[in-house]
């Protein structure tokens, strides 16, 4: 059955979209333009309450009916958790996963958010603001490169904790940050992004 899909052309969506593609399921794609408020719709918020994307609707859910999830780290956890995929089975290495799925929920997709709010989006430049988030994001790389010299991946193996954290990093860039001062996130960064499902759920909606 296919899983109704409600996103935009974020890394918060794209991490979604990722997932539904490595995971082979059938889904259905609706574009709400957070840019003309389309997420303070009411039907949308009977969705996502937090009016924010993305969100999904799984029309076959664990007891057989419907179910909505909204939040990235639930959403990534609850498909994981329907296909038996991209979470490890060992308890160490799981709890490793939803460590570090944390870790971005927390830490590397807000602080960056905020590097891009102030760096390319606030109306007039703050210098405080821009380097405070700037700092914060070369610390974040910094924690990730560190890790990722001990792990091929987050967890050890591909799994949703990579997931989260790719699409923030595909917007290096606007953070102010050269992947090639941390080339063991760049290693990570180039696998991921040569993976056919991950190209076509960056693309996404299209």
Do not use: C
């Amino acid at each position: 059955m296919t899983i109704d899909f409600y996103t935009w052309t974020t890394p918060n969506g794209r991490k979604v979209s990722i997932a539904l593609e490595e995971l082979g399921l059938d889904y259905a794609a609706h574009s709400v333009n957070i840019t003309k408020d389309e997420q303070f719709a009411p039907d949308f918020l009977k969705i996502s309450p937090n009016n924010k994307i993305p969100a999904i609707v799984d029309p076959q859910g664990p007891d057989g009916e419907p179910i909505s999830v909204f939040e990235t780290g639930a959403i990534l956890l609850y498909l994981a958790e329907k296909t038996g995929q991209l979470m490890p089975d060992d308890p160490r290495d799981r709890n490793a996963a939803l460590q570090w799925l944390m870790w971005q929920m927390g830490g590397f997709g807000p602080m960056l958010g905020q590097a891009h709010h102030f760096r390319r989006f606030a109306p007039e430049q703050i210098p405080y603001a821009v380097n405070r988030y700037s700092n914060e994001a070369g610390r974040l790389y910094g924690v990730l490169n560190k890790r990722l010299e001990e792990v091929e991946y987050l967890a050890g193996d591909y799994s949703v904790a990579d997931i989260a954290t790719f699409p923030w990093a595909a917007r290096h860039e606007w953070q102010g940050i050269v992947l090639e001062d941390f080339p063991q996130v760049k290693r990570w960064y180039d696998a991921i992004a040569a993976r056919p499902a991950v190209e076509k759920g960056m693309a996404v909606p299209g």
